[in-house]
C-alpha cells in the first residue's frame, strides 16, 4: 500500500479533536503529548491523583466527563529484565486491569479512535528475525518477562475483539525497545539504554577503571529514540485503520557490547568492560521487521548516535 492509499484507507485527521493520552507522565506518553502540539489538537491528561487507571469506576466516570474522541494508550507498568522478573504479578495484574478499564471505557463512551501501545516482547523468544507481526502467538515467550508480555497481547486481541464485535476503530502498535528522555535510570528497574548512560557517567565522575555490564553482552537489541515512537505513533493514529497490530521499529540492531562501546564513546568513559554473568541474558535477539510501517508511510529520523548524546543530556539535566 502507498502512503497515499493508507491515508484514504484510514484517514482520521486530529485537528480539533479532543485526544486522551493516559499515561502522559511516562516516557512515551510525554513524547506523544509533546508531539501533538503540532496537530493542533485538545490534549487531555489525567494525573495519578485524579484518576487512577486499575479502578474501573473512576475511569468509567472519567472518560464520561470528559468525552475524549481518541485515545493512546500509553499507560502501563514498565521495567527492565530484572524488574520483570521480580515483581510478575504486578507486571501481569497491573497491565491487564489498566488495558482493559481504557478500552472497555473507550468502548462504552463512544471514543472514535484508540491507538494500543504494547512492546517487542509480545513475541515469541525464538522468533525468526527480523520479527514480522505475523509471529505472535507462535512460539514460547521469553520467559523473563511472559508478565508484561502476556498483559500486551491481550491488550491486542481487546482492540480486535472490539473491532470485530462492535466495529470499533481501535488499532496497536508494538514499539521496540524505546529510550530517551524520561527515561527511568534507576539501575535497578531500568532497561538496558538508561543504565548503561548511568554507570558510565558514573564510572567517569569517580574515576573508576571498569564498568559492569550484565550478562554476556551477546544479545542484540533494537533501539529506537521515543521522539521517534511518538511520531509514529500519531502517524498511525492518522492513517491506520485495520486488525493487524503494527511494528514501530528502528530497523537494525546492535549487540549489547557494542551498544557499551557507543555509550561510553559518547559519555566519554575511556575504562574496561567487564560482565556480569550472573545476571541474564534474556532473549538472544530482537530485531522486528518494521515493512508494514514503512509501507504506510514511516521511517525512523534519529540516529542511535545523536539519540544516545540527546538521552544523557537529559539524563545530565535530572542530576541539576
Ligand atoms: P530486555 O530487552 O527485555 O531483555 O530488557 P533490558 O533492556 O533490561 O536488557 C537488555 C539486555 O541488556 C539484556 O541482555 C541485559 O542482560 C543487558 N544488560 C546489560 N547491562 C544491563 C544493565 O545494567 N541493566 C539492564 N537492564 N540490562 C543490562
Known amino acids: 500500500m502507498t502512503h497515499v492509499e493508507a491515508q484514504s484507507a484510514g484517514a482520521y485527521p486530529l485537528a480539533g479533536k479532543r485526544v486522551w493520552v493516559a499515561g502522559h507522565r ?17 490534549v487531555l491528561t489525567a494525573g495519578r491523583k485524579e484518576l487512577d487507571l486499575t479502578r474501573q469506576q473512576d475511569v468509567e466516570a472519567w472518560v464520561e466527563k470528559n468525552r475524549p474522541q481518541a485515545a493512546f494508550v500509553a499507560a502501563a ?21 489498566i488495558e482493559a478499564n481504557i478500552i472497555k471505557a473507550a468502548h462504552d463512551f463512544d471514543v472514535e479512535k484508540v491507538l494500543f501501545l504494547g512492546s517487542s516482547c509480545i513475541y515469541p ?15 514460547p515467550l521469553e520467559p523473563t518477562n511472559e508478565w508484561y508480555a502476556i498483559a500486551k497481547i491481550a491488550g491486542i486481541k481487546l482492540c480486535q475483539a472490539y473491532r470485530r464485535q462492535y466495529g470499533r476503530d481501535f ?9 530517551g528522555p524520561g ?5 535497578n528497574s531500568s532497561h538496558v539504554m538508561p543504565a548503561l548512560i548511568r554507570k558510565a557517567h558514573e564510572a567517569k565522575e569517580q574515576g573508576l577503571s571498569e564498568i559492569t555490564v550484565w550478562g554476556t553482552g551477546t544479545p542484540r537489541r533494537e533501539f529506537l529514540h521515543v521522539e521517534d515512537c511518538a511520531d509514529a505513533c500519531v502517524h498511525l493514529m492518522k492513517v491506520y485503520s485495520g486488525e493487524g497490530h503494527v511494528n514501530v521499529g528502528f530497523g ?7 551498544l557499551t562501546r557507543l555509550v561510553c564513546d559518547i559519555v566519554g568513559f575511556k575504562g574496561k568492560i567487564v560482565h556480569d554473568l550472573s545476571k541474564p541474558d534474556g532473549t538472544p535477539r530482537k530485531l522486528m521487521s518494521s515493512e508494514r510501517l514503512a509501507e504506510l ?3 525512523p529520523s534519529i540516529s542511535l548516535e545523536r539519540g544516545i548524546a540527546d538521552t544523557y543530556k537529559a539524563f545530565l539535566a535530572t542530576l541539576s
Open 171 to 179: 488499532i496497536s502498535a508494538m514499539p521496540t525497545n524505546l529510550y
Open 183 to 187: 527515561d527511568n535510570f534507576d539501575l
Open 77 to 97: 507498568k514498565v521495567g527492565g529484565i530484572l524488574a520483570n522478573d521480580t515483581y510478575p504479578a504486578t507486571f501481569l495484574y497491573d497491565n491487564l486491569i
Open 297 to 299: 508511510g514511516w521511517r
Open 26 to 42: 511516562g516516557m512515551v506518553g510525554s513524547a506523544i503529548v509533546r508531539r501533538l502540539v503540532a496537530e493542533n489538537c485538545e
Open 125 to 139: 523468544k525464538l522468533a525468526p528475525q527480523p520479527i514480522s507481526e505475523d509471529a505472535l502467538l507462535t512460539g
Open 252 to 258: 537494525s540492531d546492535i549487540t549489547i557490547l557494542d
